[in-house]
């Protein structure tokens, strides 16, 4: 089974900081990677699919890259709003889907 | 707009059984595979079950196969979650969403609903 490790798994940041969460495959997983935000109490909120394809409706704020192993989530100038706990999910083994175990961004 | 509204969670006791439902609307449900994922009390999120958007085909987390059962009745656009042989450690809030293909090759859960708890206790 493939797993993904994320990391950090904690990140402490502010308001107008760029940051990057890592999201890595234990084998090569092509682009199939999503990344979800979950805010506490709330249901997972679906930002990027195919490592790098902003869903609409997405603050362009956020990008994706990567492929194989190795992913990376970016934020590039944090907003109050971007406070949350983010998830890498695999793809590609639809519909088995595996989860990272989450980075939670804090201020 | 895209709605999914689960309910049917509740405390019930080691061995017991539950079943969720999820009502969906403002979407072709007849079309759409969906699933339930389950988060655990400050734990991360792991999915669970699937069926296809006909309901012939479905698959299962390991540690549910067997006790678990996934279906769905088109003629009331709703998902169900029968949960036989509870154990501690199905204690979650239960998420059912959309499976929705994307770009022609990527099927992401592109809709949640708000969850409902499932607690497992004596």
């Known amino acids: 089974d493939i797993q993904l490790t994320q990391s950090p798994s904690f990140l402490s940041a502010s308001v107008g900081d760029r940051v990057t969460i890592t999201c890595r495959a234990s084998?090569?997983?092509?682009?199939?990677l999503a990344w979800y935000q979950q805010k506490p109490g709330k249901a997972p909120k679906l930002l990027i699919y195919?490592?790098?394809t902003l869903q609409s409706g997405v603050p362009s704020r956020f990008s994706g890259s990567g492929s194989g192993t190795e992913f990376t989530l970016t934020i590039s100038s944090l907003q109050p709003e971007d406070f949350a706990t983010y998830y890498c999910?695999?793809?590609?083994?639809?519909?088995?889907?595996?989860f990272g175990q989450g980075t939670k961004l804090e201020i | 707009q895209v709605q999914l509204v689960e309910s049917g969670g509740g405390v019930v006791q080691p061995g017991g059984s539950l079943r969720l439902t999820c009502a969906a609307s403002?979407?072709?449900?007849?079309?759409?595979?969906m699933h339930w994922v389950r988060q655990a009390p400050g734990k991360g999120l792991e999915w669970v079950a699937w069926?296809?958007?006909?309901?012939?085909?479905?698959d299962y987390l390991d540690s549910v196969k067997g006790r678990f059962t996934i279906s769905r009745d088109t003629s009331k656009n709703t998902l169900y979650l029968q949960m036989n042989s509870l154990r501690a450690e199905d204690t979650a809030v239960y998420y059912c969403?959309?499976?929705?293909?994307?770009?022609?090759?990527?099927?992401?859960?592109?809709?949640w609903g708000q969850g409902t708890l499932v607690t497992v206790s004596s």
């Open positions: 969403a959309r499976g929705a293909r994307y770009s022609g090759d990527y099927i992401v859960l592109d809709y």
């Open positions: 403002g979407f072709t449900f007849s079309t759409y595979g």
């Open positions: 069926i296809q958007y006909d309901g012939n085909n479905k």
């Open positions: 084998q090569a997983i092509s682009s199939y």
């Open positions: 195919g490592a790098s």
């Open positions: 999910q695999h793809l590609n083994n639809y519909p088995l889907y595996t």
